[in-house]
């Protein structure tokens, strides 16, 4: 699986917009990009994922770079209950199983 | 009510005793998974299952046994716990691999003291 590379924290203004980036330089083509948070002392709960095309669902969308190498995950108006550790995985096609997390980006959103 | 249940949520547990967490779910989903988390770690891959009697290791299942009678359930035991092993475990299921997110459970706070 390709590995990925996030900034370690981030800060957000609550109402305005996170932008979490994620680089993957080394995936491959049948690989997928998977967003995941994890809210304090909770299971992570997942958010969306994407192979080449962007993404928007009711939590968030997913702009995946044209060669693949880089996403960003965009919550729209970031609420205090966005503050979590935010997790970009890439997994691959249609042999790999397993979901493997890194150490992910906190993000804290503040009044 | 439907989802994905973890038990016990705490356990405290002595050195060398075997422990049981116990993992259901009621989506009758193929895939599920025990991840471990630990400060400096993160969410660590213990083992994984794609269908009942079919499991296989993740990263990290020294020390650990599965088992997969059942779709719904998926135990993880410890068969002689050691301190290493106090961590949060985290369940999680998913219907598809690659189409659907996993789903995870609350987590079970284990302690081997």
């Known amino acids: 699986d390709a590995k990925t590379t996030q900034p370690t924290s981030m800060d957000c203004a609550e109402g305005r917009a996170a932008n979490l980036p994620c680089n993957h330089s080394?995936?491959?083509?049948?690989?997928?990009v998977y967003w995941y948070r994890q809210i304090h002392s909770q299971g992570p709960q997942y958010i969306i994922h994407?192979?080449?095309n962007n993404e928007t669902n009711e939590m968030a969308s997913l702009i995946i770079t044209e060669d693949r190498k880089s996403s960003t995950l965009i919550l729209p108006h970031a609420t205090l209950r966005d503050t979590a550790v935010y997790y970009c995985?890439?997994?691959?096609?249609?042999?790999?199983?397993?979901?493997?997390f890194g150490t992910g980006t906190r993000l804290q959103v503040f009044p | 009510d439907a989802g994905i249940t973890q038990s016990p949520r705490y356990k405290i547990t002595e050195t060398g005793r075997q422990v049981t967490l116990m993992c259901h779910q009621t989506?009758?989903?193929?895939?599920m998974f025990w991840y471990r988390q630990d400060l400096g770690h993160g969410l660590r891959l213990i083992y994984y299952?794609?269908?009942?009697?079919?499991?296989d290791k993740g990263e990290v299942p020294d020390g650990y046994v599965v088992s997969r009678s059942k779709t719904e359930n998926f135990p993880l035991t410890l068969e002689s716990a050691t301190r290493s092993q106090t961590s949060v475990y985290f369940c999680?299921?998913?219907?598809?691999?690659?189409?659907?997110?996993?789903?995870f459970g609350s987590g079970t706070r284990l302690t081997v003291v």
């Open positions: 995985i890439v997994r691959g096609g249609y042999n790999t199983d397993k979901l493997i």
């Open positions: 994407g192979l080449k």
């Open positions: 999680a299921s998913s219907e598809n691999r690659i189409l659907y997110g996993y789903t």
């Open positions: 080394t995936i491959s083509g049948n690989e997928y």
């Open positions: 299952s794609a269908a009942a009697d079919i499991t």
């Open positions: 989506w009758s989903h193929s895939y």
